[in-house]
């Protein structure tokens, strides 16, 4: 999987709301990650970004939000179900970087993860 630097923001969509703290935006990575989930995951994923990720995206709590220590990207996981989120959060951007199952989250880690 090879990250690219290019963003699609997804929220808040043209016509929605703009009264959200946070913008959240996908990388293609991350596009093409969501894309292959199939439909029910999706929707969940999706509803659980825009509960999760556009108000308080750095609000830790004990199995939902985790910052990742000793890593400065991506800075922090949300956990839906089996599906794992990384992302960072730049100034009101919430970027997701990657959207996978639990199972593949060591090995993409260790590959992409910065210290």
């Known amino acids: 999987m090879s990250l690219r630097r290019s963003i699609i923001a997804i929220w808040p969509e043209k016509g929605h709301t703009p009264w959200v703290a946070y ?7 991350a596009r093409e990650d969501f894309d292959a989930l199939e439909a029910r995951k999706r929707a969940t994923v999706r509803d659980a970004m825009r509960v999760h990720l556009t108000h308080e995206p750095t609000k830790q709590s004990r ?3 985790k910052r990742l220590r000793n890593l400065r990207h991506p800075q922090f996981r949300l956990r839906v179900e089996d599906i794992r989120i990384f992302y960072d959060v730049i100034d009101r951007d ?3 970087i990657a959207i996978m199952p639990k199972k593949d989250t060591m090995q993409w880690l260790e590959e992409h993860g910065k210290q």
Request: glycine fraction near 0%.
């Open 94 to 96: 919430v970027v997701i």
């Open 23 to 29: 913008r959240i935006v996908l990388t293609d990575n």
């Open 63 to 65: 199995s939902r939000i």
